[in-house]
């Protein structure tokens, strides 16, 4: 069975920073695109930041200059770094692995950006 553990989330000051991860089993990130996603209350879950399994990246607009995200082939975990933090940020982020035909998903991690 596939597992994707987030961890990092939390309170955080507006221009503040924090770095989630996403450990993958069974190296399912191995080959496959991932993706960080989040879900504010009340809204859909929208794409954060994909990176492909060569490395490429692309950002959803409104964090472009703010997020980084990486991989670890060796680990098979991905990572967000997140910086100078908005509270429009404010969401539970989610990790995926988007294989064919399926994508996993974690169990998502609270994020809040205090103004």
Do not use: H
């Not at 989330?9 to 996403?22: D, N, P, T």
């Not at 991932?34 to 994909?50: C, D, F, T």
């Not at 997140?82 to 988007?98: F, G, H, I, Q, R």
Request: charged residues 15%.
């Amino acid at each position: 069975q596939v597992q994707l553990v987030e961890s990092g989330g939390g309170l955080v000051q507006a221009g503040g920073s924090l770095r989630l991860s996403c450990a993958a089993s069974r190296n399912i990130f191995r080959g496959n695109a991932a993706g960080w996603y989040r879900q504010a209350p009340g809204k859909q879950r929208e794409l954060v930041a994909i990176i492909t399994s060569g490395g490429g990246t692309n950002y959803a607009d409104s964090v472009k200059g703010r997020f980084t995200i990486s991989r670890d082939n060796v680990k098979d975990t991905v990572y967000l770094q997140m910086n100078s933090l908005k509270p429009e940020d404010t969401a539970v982020y989610y990790c995926a692995a988007l294989t064919m035909p399926m994508t996993y998903w974690g169990q998502g991690t609270q994020v809040t950006v205090s103004s």
